[in-house]
């Protein structure tokens, strides 16, 4: 994806305050390898039905596609570097292979997954926040009620020529009248959100549905409307959200301009017929696929997640012990993690008010370690 997660830094200082609301306390552990019966503990304590699964084995098909991009890569190149382990794609696929064979026995006996796997904790104190597939109202050609255009990728960009910025392009019809357009759309703040999130889908006039997928940027930097927001006053950083931006935006109609201008990112897209899908080429899967800094997880790494998914209008809080997969990308920096959870107003209420702190731990084939 694209720029999403800026729009939830400047909420660092609160992560914590959620898990106390329902009496949650994170495990207190080092960075590395965790004890047998440590994970034991782990994996009994995973729920795949807190994630909308029946099985184990319904992990399947998201990790199948971890398995196809990490076999694209070279086998005996590092993937994962820490002072206490260092990994290989060719580790990785062996582990992915391995872990896709044992899934459909844990339904009946999960510690199959700590009797075959070693399992490492990721540093302490991961930020989690949450991403979502937003919906449009578009029409695919010029029509009364849709003045503002969705552009797909201009063909000079890959050619490295300066682009206009955002308020160029959305108010000077810096690109209007090169047949850039893939959709017109009603409402220009839906267009920001799409754009925050880097991908979504469009409702037409006759009731169908298109994707519309990232496709490329203008290559100018990004700075975060939620950062503006907070530093001018409109918001304190408790309170930013998603739902915070919506909320200023049709209060202060006459502002949002103004607000947008100090992005001068904009964000190009394409129609298809399915999405969507994650930097390493997988079609995401809700509460399962996430967003990492590559830098620091790698596509394809499979990983159990102990979180607190928080309140939500229409949604209770709970703790999340689950299975997911890094199959996605974004501006994440270090030790942070976007959790996608799907299409919908309730995966956007949830998406938009997740920001907390996570303990993560990923499996590792002890054949492939030589244990």
């Known amino acids: ?26 495990p207190e552990e080092p960075p590395g390898l965790v004890s047998n019966e440590r994970a034991e503990e782990l994996v009994r304590s995973i729920d795949p039905a807190a994630q909308g699964f029946t099985s ?43 872990l896709i064979a044992a899934l459909p026995y844990a339904d009946a006996d999960p510690a199959i997954l700590a009797r075959h796997f070693a399992w490492f904790r990721i540093q302490p104190g991961t930020l989690l926040t949450g991403y979502y597939e937003p919906l449009l109202r578009c029409s695919l050609t010029p029509r009364p009620g849709y003045p503002h255009p969705l552009y797909g990728k201009p063909p000079e960009v890959d050619q490295g020529a300066a ?14 009248g090169r047949g850039l357009e893939i959709a017109w759309c009603d409402d220009l703040t839906d267009i920001f ?15 169908a549905y298109r994707n519309v997928l990232y496709a490329g940027t203008n290559k100018h930097p990004y700075v975060s409307v939620g950062k503006v927001l907070v530093e001018e006053g409109w918001s304190s950083k408790e309170e930013m959200s998603m739902q915070k931006i919506r909320a200023l935006f049709a209060e202060h109609p006459e502002r949002v301009r103004g607000w947008l201008a100090h992005n001068p990112k904009y964000i190009f897209f394409r129609l298809a017929d399915d999405g969507p899908f994650g930097a390493s080429g997988a079609k995401l899967t809700p509460y399962v696929s996430v967003a990492s800094d590559r830098s620091f997880i790698p596509n394809g790494l499979p990983m159990a997640l102990v979180a607190q998914l928080p309140e ?60």
């Open 56 to 98: 184990w084995q319904e992990y399947i098909p998201a990790y199948e596609a971890s398995l196809r991009y990490a076999r694209t890569r070279p086998p005996t190149e590092t993937c994962f570097s820490r002072p206490w382990l260092r990994l290989t794609w060719g580790q990785l696929v062996m582990t992915l292979e391995e």
């Open 1 to 26: 994806m694209t720029i999403r997660n800026f729009l939830f830094f400047v909420l660092v200082a609160t992560v914590m305050a959620g898990c106390a609301a329902i009496g949650y306390r994170l």
């Open 193 to 207: 959100f799409l754009h925050v999130q880097g991908s979504g889908r469009i409702i037409l006039p006759d009731g």
């Open 312 to 371: 939500a209008p229409g949604l209770e809080p709970t703790v999340l012990h689950g299975m997911v997969t890094a199959q996605d990308t974004g501006t994440m920096d270090g030790n942070h993690l976007d959790f996608f959870t799907g299409f919908g107003e309730k995966a956007a209420a949830r998406a938009g008010t997740m920001r907390d702190r996570a303990a993560v731990y990923f499996p590792v084939s002890r054949r492939a370690l030589g244990l």
């Open 163 to 176: 682009m206009p910025h955002r308020d160029a392009i959305d108010h000077g019809d810096a690109l209007a």
